[in-house]
């Protein structure tokens, strides 16, 4: 029961597993491929709130010295971490969308299927075009 | 003195600097200049690296003076001074490469710009293969992943399959990334560091750790990802074939080779295998996939009829020869491991080289189709090509033979023979799918006249650059291997 207990004081440590598990859920999952960023997105946004848990220490406030000998810092360095990796995030999301928009251009579709068929399709055509030259 | 005693930064530093120079250029022809100029410093930078680790062993780099575990420390030691090298020198000569097939695949306004991410795409690879901190190496990972995406793409003028590739690649790779930070942040709740020489010291005051394991899993996860380790290799095959033939040469020579070896460092340098998980994990997950790879990758190749993706298919197999030489988990095995990496990066750099330029000169894609006789009207390029597709099967007086020997070696010293049998018949297979490009091409008459292009002098110079480094380390192999023996001496201890 005290396990139990334990398990429900850190509730932020089960967002991040739902978040987590339903970003990956989305990637697998949908068809369309924005919404595939958008899974990778709330898949990444797991992590980021993963390592800010990390940092925080009950209590503990912002790491600025306050000349009173016994105050409770929390630890800055997972923050600062994450904040490269929001950054790296957006970057990824951002070339993840503009390959979206040149896919749309080239293929006149975002959808899994259709795309693959269509891919299937180029390579059919490749080969029949062989096969006439030949 | 200034130069030499901050060789490490200055390695990432001035092709990121040149990169963001590139972009804003009006012509292909300086951008490239300006690119070439930028990967010989470096090249001239990592010879001197070489220098400086082999009188000193170990040479760490801390950045801005803040010394590690606080600060960023790039760390060079015996295990990857040659690796800097290698990427070093294949960036070189890419890069000539790049010169004259890059014009007939990507749009001429577009040039400048291709080089600069071609530049963005170096930097984050000496940066890769030389940084001790586990989070920014996190940071060159997709600096590295997002600017390869990027040179993938830009196939796309030539093939719209191009762009799903890419896009592929994108989602699994920050799927991997993703992976790595998990095991990164795990790490350091368990430790409280990131630097990897501190995380070995914490661990050992620490024992074994459940957060530590956990945190190690998702790592390897994630960099198998990034090396193309068989069951997560699928972006692979895809990505190469569509990319534009300078950048499939670039990427399958290096970028992959980069996260085998930091693959290699996590798995031998930073765990302290106090309840053998390392070992189990060796032998019970590496071993298989790596065999399984070798026989996938080795099979697929021989039903393939596109040659780009038939070598990409053949890389995923040559990766299992070096993931399976790491799982003998000796000495010798992984010495033998970064000898193949050595080599098989010159193989394939050079095979990509010669199918390129195989398929500007027939003005299509390059497969046992389209390259009925071409052998006969391109004997230049076709020696170099053949030549190295020797190399890859293991002909002695070639790089490969010097890989397959010290490859046995390791397992003779295992005393286990049914691993013998794999490496020999995965050969002897390999040997049919390059037979079969060798007839198409040598043998058949063409079904109708062919109208070739004259191959370029700057292509074929690259091509044989590469070919003969592939000759002479396979009859002078003592560079290679005393490389292989410092990098396991590194990472395990010296025996």
Sequence with gaps: ?134 | MLILNNIPALLVAIPLLASAVVSVLPSARIAWGVAFVTTLCCLYMAFELTEIVSASLTLSYAFGGWEPPWGIAFVVDGANVHLVLLVAFISVIATVYALSTLKHEIAVEDLPKAYAVWLLTIASLFGLSMTGDAFNLFVFLEISALSSITLIALGAGQDRRALLAAYNYLIIGAIGATFYVIGVGYLYAATGTLNLLDIIKRLNEIGTNQAAVTGLAFMLAGIMVKAGVFPVHIWLPAAYSFAPSAVSSLLSAIATKVAIYYLARILFGIFIDTTHLIDLFLLFVLMPVSVIAIFYGTIAAIYQIDIKRLFALSSIAQIGYITFAFSINTHSGISAGFIHLINHALIKGALFMAVGIFAIGIGQRATMNSLRGVGRQMPITFTGFVIAGLALIGVPLTAGFISKLYLFKAIFETGNGIYVAVIAVSSALSVIYLWKIFEVMWLQEPLQPLKIEKESVVACVSLWLLVFTIITFGIYSAGVSSYGMNAANALIGVR
């Design chain 1, 1 to 134: 029961m005290s396990s139990l207990y334990s398990v429900l004081l850190n509730w932020n440590y089960i967002v991040v597993i739902m978040l987590m598990m339903a970003g990956l859920y989305i990637i697998i999952s949908n068809q369309n491929f924005i919404k595939k960023l958008v899974g990778l997105s709330i898949f990444q946004s797991s992590v980021f709130i993963f390592y800010i848990s990390l940092g925080k220490v009950s209590g503990g406030t912002a790491p600025i010295l306050t000349g009173v000998s016994d105050t409770v810092y929390s630890n800055p360095l997972p923050h600062v971490l994450i904040l490269t990796a929001i950054v790296v995030g957006v970057a990824t999301n951002a070339l993840g969308l503009a390959l979206v928009v040149r896919i749309h251009e080239a293929f006149d579709s975002i959808e899994e299927k259709k795309l693959l068929a269509l891919k299937i399709e180029d390579g059919h055509q490749e080969n029949e075009q062989k096969d006439n030259k030949l």
